[in-house]
């Protein structure tokens, strides 16, 4: 299998002890717990560097660790009533409108079904379109959401790696999984869009990895993707070519959404993302014109069908267009010059060699003219179309129990002042931004599996 697929960055974060959480625990269960709350993150962040991790192993790292995160954000059901607030020690009344900040931050009442640990722990993440800099927030919400985010890039950067293989051949088990962790990708995006965004304590920030606009480039690229491994199936068993042209038709669309979501964010943040999308949506176009030639010439349409690979052929080569500038635009994510991949270099050969079989007919038995525009493509597959995969969000695990939860002493917590203290940061640039190292990931190449079916994939 020979498919392309550009991938941005994982987000980046920096390490988190939960040490300040230890002053309030007051049982060696509660101290444990923390402990494991460390590894499991630690586990967790390690196994997302790599792509090709088994999905069995990534999903219990992911498990164990939203399960142990789940407390830090909802209370546990049965555990006693929240405990009052802290008192300032004596020597330390809080004076002024700045020690009355603090001390209000510190007393503010806990919602219901929120934690009373929710919002002790500062979380740093970087964007996947800013580089290094980071975003901060005292949310183990934010904390929640940028884990699960990451878990959405390692299903992309898997199925990546799978559909890469150097193997000329791609076993049909190896193509379903491709295809399920694509639709389980963008499962997660939704979720995230739909579920979780509403739940931060601050509105996401525009362009930051939140923005509905970016959850939904996301979530759609990774649809049709997973629309790609469909259709490739679809050449590869030769079934009609009405039908392969409306799946192709489906596809292009979908890049389209996928590009016109970008449109209105900053340009130099989205420029190499978004012109991945149009050379996608433009390329299953041209395929689209191409398997439509095939099909009405199947109807003795010869004229129609050239008109068909004439539009194919203009696509193709301004989809070669797209290729040089895609490799030559700056920006977050794959590093690659499609026109050498060979996904890409089947496209033009493929239908310059059906455009001259209709014209060798059209010269020699059919003699139609030749229509000045294409007939309409066809949006409406009757079958083949990908759905989203649901995600279900992970259950607080079996270590919260109302003991452990009710044994964090609301009483030992540290007040705002002093948190704020301890987590000053020491990671800014000379600009006074705060940065963080990007994560070094294993390589997903892209460059590999030269397939030499005529969908660029062999399934088998």
């Known amino acids: 299998m020979a498919h392309w697929f550009h991938r941005n960055p994982l987000k980046a974060t920096v390490p988190q002890t ?17 402990t494991e709350l460390k590894l499991a993150r630690e586990k967790f962040l390690n196994y997302l560097r790599v792509p090709e991790k088994k999905i069995e192993d990534m999903q219990e790292a992911a498990s164990a660790y939203f399960s142990l995160l789940r407390g830090l954000i909802n209370s546990v059901p049965g555990a006693e009533a929240e405990q009052p607030a802290p008192k300032p020690k004596e020597g330390e ?8 900040e603090a001390a209000a931050a510190t007393a503010a009442p806990v919602p219901a079904g929120e934690s009373k640990l929710r919002k002790l722990l500062l979380f740093k993440w970087t964007d996947t379109l800013h580089g290094k800099e980071a975003s901060s927030s005292k949310d183990a919400q934010f904390e929640y959401m940028s884990m699960l985010f990451n878990l959405g890039l390692w299903y992309t950067k898997h199925s990546a790696k799978m559909a890469s293989s150097e193997s000329v051949t791609l076993k049909l088990d190896d193509a379903k999984e491709v295809l399920t962790t694509l639709k389980t990708a963008a499962g997660i995006f939704q979720y995230i869009e739909q579920s979780e965004v509403g739940k931060l304590q601050q509105p996401a920030a525009k362009t930051s990895d939140f923005d509905e606009r970016i959850l939904q480039a996301y979530n759609t690229q990774c649809l049709a993707e997973a629309q790609e491994v469909t259709l490739a ?3 590869e068993l030769k079934h009609k070519n009405s039908l ?19 449109n209105s964010l900053d340009q130099v943040l989205v420029a190499k993302w978004q012109r991945y999308f149009t050379l996608k949506s433009i390329i299953y176009k041209s395929y689209a014109y191409s398997y439509l030639g095939l099909s009405v010439l199947e109807q003795d349409k010869c004229g129609e069908a050239i008109a068909c690979l004439r539009e194919s052929k203009a696509l193709a080569i301004k989809a070669s267009q797209i290729c040089r500038e895609y490799a030559r635009t700056t920006g977050p994510g794959t590093s690659a010059k499609p026109a050498e991949h060979p996904f890409f270099q089947r496209l033009q050969p493929s239908v310059q060699s059906v455009l001259d079989k209709c014209e060798r007919e059209n010269g020699f038995i059919y003699f139609h003219k030749v229509p000045e525009e294409a007939p309409q493509l066809d949006y409406n597959a009757t079958h083949g179309l990908v759905k989203i995969e649901p995600f279900t969000p992970y259950a607080m695990g079996e270590a919260w129990t109302s003991k452990v939860y009710s044994s964090f002493d609301a009483n030992q ?11 000053k940061d020491k990671t800014k640039s000379k600009e006074g931004k705060e940065e963080i190292a990007p994560v070094p990931e294993a ?18």
Do not use: H, W
């Open 93 to 100: 009344q809080a004076e002024g409108a700045e020690g009355e």
């Open 244 to 262: 392969i042209s409306s799946l192709s038709a489906e596809t292009s669309k979908m890049f389209t959404v996928a590009a016109d979501t970008l």
């Open 18 to 34: 939960f040490d300040v959480l230890r002053s309030a625990a007051r049982t060696g269960e509660a101290n444990k717990l923390l």
């Open 443 to 460: 390589n997903v190449s892209t460059e590999t599996g030269y397939a030499k079916s005529q969908s660029g994939c062999v399934i088998s």
């Open 233 to 235: 199936r679809a050449m």
């Open 413 to 423: 917590f540290p007040d705002a002042r002093v948190l704020e203290a301890a987590e």
